[in-house]
């Protein structure tokens, strides 16, 4: 028997079918799964830490230090504002603290709601605020307290007083899973006992876990006698140092909200304590190694990049743009076996392309090993930013991570193009060799930047590659939805006809042995760039 139905749940928005009996129990089968997995997908528990502290206007410290270290690690961050401060890199100009009643507030707020796992404190600027924090804490669950006993500034403001300190020892340290006093905040905690050895940190480490925290992490990095930062760990049993690298930078604005808060979301993330530590004492000196020359700021102290991306950014900008269809143009692909015969090195390869005209360069390299690689596609690339063109590598997406480059291009038998994406990031290019118009539009699904179809044409770099001539070529590029780049026994001698098919979105010819098994790559780049020029410019005359 027909009838009609209207499928009300969100996913099928309304869709109004007319179908048999049979279709019927398809449709609210389909419904049922689609409510499965919408409930599957609620209960998803996604890793989050409560930071309670001020907010540095400068956004190199305190909460705004505490969402960006963990968004790098990947776990959600709420917030409690303590205190507003006016703060750049010369120093802490004012500090408007935020009524009691109103932190209470916004801790039963999120505390209520939200199924916090780990709660992390930074700047608590008064007895009262400490006594509203443990007794509210007290009424929910969670899983860790971790505690940055806060009270000055890393560059030495004065950011809470010192009558704080009673209700440190009597309510706040006895919930805490970890507290992690600098020098000085652990000389304050102690009563004002000098810290100048390895062996004090030891001591005091034991002092203030008498206080009742679980684990008392003393912090180094001011330790006048050390090389490198030393951390002190003490668990109540064993003590642990973590030494790291000491890192000549201005730049450390925020450090030790940094470590606290990148502790809390290893700790929401399930890890252990002493690996937590581990990781986030890596963490910091991994962003101040990466941030030790940038210039925020002109006063004595400035932040760092918690994300490891303002260098890139910097680095980037001599191209002034993202990627554009026109990269294609001339999409010069390396060959290390023809470059060795003919006595060129990678890099050396690289920049005769860039010379003679390449628009961008793909590195595709089968016999070096992975560090080898990783060196050869820096050098590349080096050598590529200078001259505003990108680099891509051939299907290694580890090879890209570690060298920074422009992006990536795989194969229909490779990582998807959407798994690449979800690695590298929305900035980097992403490219994929396509056949059939299937797999053009599935290229546009999985977020691609461009398409290379072919082979066009029979070619010596590819054993067994089944060719598409100029009509599939033509065909693949009616489908897409990306710009495409022909690829496949391209040179001097058919390119322009690859080019004449007609379809506005083949943007450019992919050449491998047309350029690197030739004896000046320069020279036939610059020949085959001109018949791409030529093309052009007669198609833009019609």
């Known amino acids: 028997m027909a009838f009609s139905c209207t499928l009300s749940h969100p996913l099928f928005s309304k869709i109004r079918c007319v179908s048999v009996s049979a279709s019927s129990r398809v449709a609210v089968a389909m419904s049922n799964d689609s409510v499965a997995m919408e409930e599957k997908s609620s209960k998803l528990k996604i890793p989050h830490v409560l930071s309670v502290a001020g907010s540095d206007s400068g956004g190199g410290a305190g909460i705004q230090a505490d969402l960006k270290t963990c968004g790098a690690r990947g776990v959600y961050c709420s917030t409690v504002i303590t205190a507003v401060t006016a703060q750049n890199t010369i120093g802490v100009q004012g500090v408007n603290l935020v009524p009691e009643e109103f932190v209470a507030e916004q801790l039963r707020s999120v505390l209520s709601d939200m199924q916090v796992d780990v709660v992390k404190t930074g700047m608590l600027p008064s007895i009262g605020v400490v006594k509203v924090f443990c007794r509210i804490l007290k009424e929910y669950k969670v899983q860790a307290l971790v505690v940055d006993p806060v009270m000055a500034s890393t560059s030495g403001d004065v950011l809470a007083n010192s009558s704080i300190l009673a209700g440190l020892w009597e309510e706040l340290l006895p919930m ?14 102690l009563g004002g006992v000098k810290l100048t050895t390895v062996a004090d940190m030891h001591s005091a480490a034991k002092s203030i876990h008498d206080f009742g925290p679980r684990h008392v992490l003393v912090k180094g990095g001011d330790l006048p006698a050390s090389l490198d930062a030393v951390d002190v760990l003490f668990d109540g049993i064993n003590f642990h140092e973590f030494r790291a690298s000491r890192i000549q930078t201005r730049n450390t604005h925020g450090t030790g909200c940094t470590l606290a808060s990148c502790i809390a979301a290893e700790l929401a993330k399930g890890s252990p ?10 963490y910091v000196e991994t962003a101040l190694n990466y941030s030790k020359d940038i210039t925020i700021g002109s006063g004595p102290q400035g932040p760092f990049d918690h994300l490891l991306k303002l260098k890139h950014s910097f680095s980037s900008s001599s191209r002034q743009r993202g990627f554009s269809p026109d990269d294609l143009l001339l999409y010069a692909v390396t060959d290390s076996g023809m470059n060795k015969r003919w006595g060129r090195s990678i890099p050396d390869a690289v920049k005769a392309a860039i ?4 628009t961008i360069i793909q590195l595709r390299e ?31 997406v580890d090879v890209a991570l570690a060298s920074d480059a422009d992006g990536v291009h795989v194969g229909q038998s490779d990582m998807s193009p959407r798994v690449v994406r979800s690695l590298l990031g929305p900035d980097k290019i992403i490219g994929v060799s396509c056949k059939t118009p299937e797999q053009a539009l599935q290229a546009w699904s999985d977020t ?6 072919g082979g066009v044409f029979p070619t010596s770099t590819k054993a067994n590659n089944k ?13 897409s939805k990306l710009p495409v780049v022909a690829i496949g026994g391209i040179g001097i001698g058919n390119a322009g006809s690859v080019m004449e098919i007609g379809v506005p979105n083949l943007k450019g010819v992919a050449v491998v042995s047309a350029l690197f098994d030739r004896e000046c790559v320069t020279t036939e780049t610059r020949k085959l760039h001109s018949v791409l020029t030529d093309v052009l410019s007669t198609q833009a005359s019609r």
């Open 176 to 189: 805490a899973d970890i507290v992690t006093p600098n020098l000085k905040e652990a000389s304050a905690l």
């Open 273 to 282: 304590m002493l690996q937590a530590v581990q990781v986030a004492k890596h």
């Open 355 to 358: 010379e003679g005209g390449a």
């Open 366 to 396: 089968k016999e070096a090993d992975t560090r080898e690689f990783v060196e050869l596609a820096k050098a590349s690339l080096e050598i590529c930013r200078s001259h505003g063109v990108p680099l891509l590598i051939n299907d290694r």
């Open 448 to 453: 691609a930047d461009y398409i290379g179809s």
């Open 467 to 479: 060719t598409i001539g100029l009509d599939g070529l033509k065909t693949v590029c009616l489908a």
